[in-house]
């Protein structure tokens, strides 16, 4: 009698402290408890299989054992084998769903990630309409329960995506993710996680390092390694290219002298290879976590992702500027509007200079990290963040998405075959969500005179808005590569010491493609007597010689020109096309040119300095039939007449 009386008390007193089931075990069999509590050894040593296969005798012990379904449930979760995990929490709760509380947020959680939406809403809602849940929980089913009413409609309503791998030159059974490209599509730099796919064999240690590929008419041609000093034995990833290629922002979490967990580095290419690496340091970098960085076309901002105080919680997205000095600026955060209390990351600012694709497990999406877009509005706060959808989101987490400057081919990694591990695919971006058309603009600075390649400094201004929408220094070549968003008037001047500057405006139509670039050879005059220069973005008001405010910014870079080279003379001519007669052309074009000529005197050059001339339609560069020859004709030229001594 003491016996049996013994194993009944066994049987009732053990309990499980997993999950925080602390209450009697199920089970009428002392064998399937015995297993039972073998298997949950095995469990705490992290002994999964074996634990599992343990647990499944049990099982066939007793069926109806409650506590081992629970406990399948975890390791298939922990596992990521959500479909499995949620059979046998479902499983758990059709024997008891009052045993162990949380049962329906655990049952929930797996449908979600498995896919299983409908369901997992459903169970959402009968957790927290239990007493007493828990206060951690809580938010996180009212969030969930939100992603599952998203996604149901999402699903209904799925947006284009036909991912294509880009090739074996760059995919391999290694791990290949993190891709970015130039704005000509012709480079693509990404990180390759060497040895992943040997990785689990004993002795054998995988690490990243950067890799680049150049399109050819086959495609992506082989990909080779970026080499030293770039690639380390260490990690290297979460890279961003600039539009030309010739200098990137990355972040690693190993290399010496940085100052957080993860720092951002920069480097630039340059006599075929990648500079030394230098950290950003402050305030870019601080004793924090920042990461995954993305430049806009001209190199002038840059975004990335922080855990630093001061943000909305978690890792939230920060943006600096480029200062004068050359120096970045103290970060600001994006704001509530794009961060939320939980994670943002792996932004990508694209080639039209507002467009901004992130990653988010804050806003309403599939579960896990989603990509949304948001737009820079002209007062520098950003649009509501907007999903891209169903099935370029899922209930897989999706980070690492980059566009090239057409705005209609995206890239990104994903692990679709199981044996190859992660690959690089792209695929047709929906037209919901793509972002503003740039035209490209392909330059070359060379001596008038000699016709050697001149490095030189340019700037293009949106003569709608004012505003100066590039501004950077050619290559040592004088080459540079630039995207403009298209439909508007633009700019463009470019200036080297000891030269006449250029400056003319052409519109962007969008007509200028990836492959077929706008291109302008910038002859620059040297400053000497007889050289001429054209003020292209000199404008008056029709038939007037009243300056419009879009000059201002060319007089005042001739004033600048004027006044460092302090020993020439110049003279202003004006011009007009044929339209009108002769003398009042002649009149016009005279009054244009003292108009220039009193501007800069304003700006403090010496009368003496300054002489004057209108030409009227004597003198044309152009046909005086159609709008562009006339257009041509109707121009301010400067030209140095004599030097002082």
């Known amino acids: 009698m003491r016996l049996v009386l013994l194993l009944i008390v066994l049987m009732a007193s053990c309990t499980v402290s997993r999950n925080g089931l602390s209450q009697t075990v199920h089970t009428s069999s002392n064998k399937a408890l015995r297993l039972y509590n073998e298997a949950m050894t095995y469990y705490d040593y992290n002994n999964f299989d074996r634990a599992e296969t343990v647990f499944r005798q049990a099982l066939e012990l007793d069926p109806r054992f409650y506590e081992v379904y629970m406990m399948l449930g975890e390791i298939n979760f922990r596992r990521k084998n959500y479909e499995e995990a949620a059979r046998n929490y479902d499983a758990a709760v059709k024997l008891d769903s009052t045993a162990y509380r949380p049962v ?40 969930n329960i939100r992603n599952c009413e998203f996604a149901i409609e999402a699903i209904r309503k799925p947006v284009l995506f036909n991912p294509e791998s880009i090739g074996p030159g760059i995919n391999t059974d290694d791990d290949e993710y993190w891709p970015s490209i130039t704005a000509d599509g012709q480079t693509l730099m990404f990180t390759r996680q060497l040895n992943s796919a040997s990785g689990k064999q004993a002795g054998v240690r995988s690490h990243e390092d950067f890799y680049v590929s150049t399109f050819t008419d086959e495609g992506w041609g082989n990909a080779v390694n970026a080499g030293e000093p770039l690639n380390t034995p260490t990690n290297e990833g979460a890279q961003t290219l600039s539009s030309n290629g010739k200098f990137m922002y990355f972040t690693s979490c190993e290399r010496p002298g940085g100052a ?16 030394m690496p230098y950290n950003l340091g402050s305030p870019v970098n601080t004793y924090w976590w920042e990461s995954t960085p993305s430049v806009n076309a001209d190199g002038n ?24 000095k050359g120096r970045w600026s103290q970060p600001v955060n994006l704001g509530s509007t794009v961060n939320t209390p939980d994670d943002e990351m792996s932004p990508f600012i694209h080639f039209d200079g507002k467009t901004l694709y992130f990653a988010s497990d804050g806003h309403p999406g599939m579960g896990g990290f989603d990509i949304y877009m948001t737009r820079m509005r002209d007062d520098s706060t950003w649009s509501d963040p907007k999903n891209i959808g169903f099935p370029i989101n899922s209930v897989a987490d ?10 209609q081919r995206a890239y990104f990694s994903s692990k679709r075959d199981a044996a190859k591990g992660k690959d690089i695919y792209s695929f047709t971006l929906d037209e919901s969500v793509r972002p503003d058309p740039v035209a490209y603009l392909r330059g070359r600075v060379v001596d008038r005179v000699t016709g050697s390649q001149l490095k030189a400094y340019y ?3 949106n003569l709608s808005t004012k505003k100066v929408t590039v501004s950077n220094t050619t290559d040592e070549k004088g080459d540079f590569l630039v995207c403009l968003p298209s439909g508007f008037n ?16 052409f519109m962007f139509e969008g007509v200028h493609t990836v492959l077929k670039p706008l291109i302008k050879k910038i002859s620059l005059s040297p400053v000497r007597v007889g050289e001429k220069m054209n003020l292209a973005n000199v404008f008056y008001e029709i038939d007037s010689w009243e300056l419009k405010t879009e000059s201002v910014e060319e007089l005042n870079n001739l004033a600048e020109v004027i006044t460092y080279n302090s020993d020439i003379v110049v003279e202003i001519g004006g011009h007009t096309d044929s339209t009108g007669t002769a003398a009042h052309n002649m009149t016009l074009s005279e009054k244009r040119a003292l108009s220039v000529v009193n501007y800069l005197i304003g700006k403090g050059i010496s009368p003496d300095r300054l002489k004057y001339r209108g030409y009227g339609n004597t003198a044309p560069i152009g046909d005086n039939v159609t709008w562009e020859g006339r257009r041509l004709n109707r121009r301010t030229e400067v030209r140095i007449i004599a030097a002082r001594k």
């Open 459 to 461: 700037e293009l201004i």
């Open 104 to 143: 329906y947020f655990n049952l929930a959680n797996a449908e979600m990630l498995s896919g299983n939406y409908a369901d997992a809403l459903l169970h959402f809602k009968k957790y927290l309409k239990q007493p007493r849940i828990s206060e951690r929980n809580k938010p996180v089913a009212m969030k």
């Open 398 to 407: 999706e980070t690492g998405l980059v566009i090239d400057a057409s705005g």
């Open 301 to 324: 901002m840059l975004i990335f992702s922080s855990n630093r105080p001061g943000g909305s919680g978690g890792k939230d997205l920060w943006l600096s500027v480029l200062t004068e």
């Open 260 to 275: 957080g967990s993860c720092d951002i580095y920069f480097s630039a290419f340059s006599n075929g290879k990648w500079s």
């Open 490 to 505: 633009y700019g463009i001047n470019v200036t080297k010491e000891g030269y006449l500057f250029y400056s003319d405006n």
